[in-house]
């Protein structure tokens, strides 16, 4: 299997050929809303549930290969991200052992911060790549959600992450949708979804309508993170 040489090999015939994408350019974090590794790995490998992820971290930070990372796992299921709706195609999908309810242990988080450079050099792959399942099938996921530490992982240099910079002292629902979409989000489905999704992955203790910070926050991506070019560097002018 094309992969992490520190993993430990757990195949899964839960796969197939990627789609007219002849590598993959984002990662996709979830985490496995079971009790134990063991049960996670049984459902991502059993032929009754089609289902895979190409890796899976236990809590004590050990690291399961179950698919190939040039081939297609299972693990986005309906999705959409910078408007490409098959993301399995496009993707190396992560679980997480956690249940949803407790912190992400501290040698999971460790082994990920390895895994996930380690993938980026494999592929050439932009560090800012990586989303939240909730961030691509939004209203239908909430993983890795709200106690998964995204600000951390930026430090690492996983991710993108915004800078509050300048609030305005009012709303823009349309430069707000606009900004999102540029960023990767599909708006669809309306501002109330976009917002929960956006607010889970950068802003999860808020709760209320739309305000001046997320809208700042989300013009920030748009501008460092757009999709149609790299992204700028933290000290512009």
């Not at 989000?185 to 999860?204: C, D, I, M, N, W």
Request: glycine share 8%; with cysteine.
């Amino acid at each position: 299997m094309i992969g992490y040489a520190g993993a430990t090999p757990n195949p899964s015939n839960n796969h197939g050929a990627r789609r007219e994408c002849d590598a993959p350019d984002l990662l996709v974090f979830h985490y496995t809303a079971m009790q134990t590794a063991k049960e996670a790995l049984e459902r991502l490998c059993s032929p009754d549930h089609e289902v895979s992820a190409h890796y899976l971290i236990s809590a004590s930070g050990e690291i399961f290969q179950l698919v190939s990372e040039d081939r297609r796992a299972w693990h986005a299921g309906h999705s959409c991200w910078a408007g490409h709706l098959d993301v399995n195609s496009r993707s190396v999908g992560i679980e997480l052992d956690n249940n949803g309810s407790v912190p992400f242990s501290f040698p999971q988080f460790r082994a990920l911060v390895g895994l996930c450079h380690d993938i980026f050099q494999r592929w050439s792959m932009p560090s800012w790549r990586v989303v939240a399942h909730s961030d691509i099938a939004i209203g239908r996921k909430v993983d890795p959600g709200p106690k998964f530490d995204w600000s951390g992982l930026a430090k690492e240099n996983i991710g993108s992450w915004p800078l509050q910079g300048q609030v305005v002292n009012h709303t823009d629902e349309i430069q707000f949708l606009e900004d999102t979409v540029l960023h990767g989000y599909q708006t669809t489905l309306g501002l109330k979804s976009v917002l929960e999704a956006f607010r889970l992955h950068f802003r999860p203790k808020t709760q209320g309508e739309l305000d001046p910070i997320d809208c700042a926050l989300a013009r920030d991506l748009a501008d460092r993170f757009p999709l149609t070019r790299l992204p700028k560097p933290l000290n512009r002018t």
